[in-house]
């Protein structure tokens, strides 16, 4: 199994530009989701789905949206990126029961310029 | 207000001291989770441990312990003799009934330095 896999690992981009960050799992995973970690605020939540065409809002959810038309794949979408998207973007899935835990991707590595 | 308080933004030690790193978390449900991850300095997240609400044993993995105090809402994790391969971010992480989803909430994460 490949787990969680996240591409690109690194991407720049402009003020204004748009662009998908991709995320998918191999594990059959109902829930998945999405984290941005930046200096010093640990980890945010920015979207989750809890199974293919459901989506909800996390902590952070503003300039970011999110489609779930699979179980495995669960795409994060920048519009129209600002200065203030330059982060690194997590995504994790679990299994569906209440205490399992996320199994995380390895990350991108966001700047926008 | 902080569902997750990693109040130690960063800790330094030698090699071979004892460390501990406080999670106090907020919740008013009755059944949630908690969890620990590392994040060494390669950038990957990795699981730790997961403790749920209704169990407060502590627990014992090698070098690594765990303290979990329903009374003082927290669950601190202890490093016994630490290595330089300990340094990493650590994280401490809620999972409650989030509209059903139990997604966790982390908190901001201790570094953790180990000397030689």
């Known amino acids: 199994n490949a787990g969680v896999t996240q591409t690109p690992k690194f991407q720049v981009l402009k003020t204004g530009q748009s662009m998908t960050l991709q995320c998918a799992q191999d594990?059959?995973?109902?829930?998945m989701s999405w984290y941005r970690q930046d200096p010093g605020m640990g980890l945010r939540l920015i979207h989750y789905s809890v199974g293919a065409g459901i989506t909800d809002q996390g902590e952070v959810p503003n300039g970011y949206n999110v489609s779930r038309s699979t179980t495995e794949d669960f795409p994060l979408r920048l519009l129209s990126a600002a200065p203030s998207q330059t982060s690194v973007y997590f995504c994790a899935s679990k299994r569906g029961l209440e205490g399992n835990e996320q199994f995380f991707g390895p990350g991108t590595r966001l700047t926008v310029l | 207000a902080q569902k997750v308080t990693q109040a130690q933004t960063e800790i330094s030690v030698v090699e071979k001291e004892d460390v501990t790193l406080d999670c106090v978390y907020e919740t008013r449900d009755t059944t949630y989770y908690l969890f620990w991850y590392k994040q060494p300095p390669s950038g990957e997240l990795v699981f730790l441990i997961r403790r749920n609400s209704f169990d407060e044993q502590n627990e014992i993995s090698g070098r690594y312990s765990w303290n979990f105090q329903k009374s003082t809402s927290s669950f601190n994790f202890t490093i016994t003799a630490s290595q330089v391969v300990d340094s990493a971010v650590y994280f401490c992480?809620?999972?409650?009934?989030?509209?059903?989803?139990?997604?966790?909430?982390f908190g901001r994460g201790t570094s953790l330095i180990v000397h030689p």
């Open positions: 992480a809620l999972s409650e009934a989030r509209r059903g989803s139990y997604i966790p909430t």
């Open positions: 594990m059959n995973h109902e829930y």
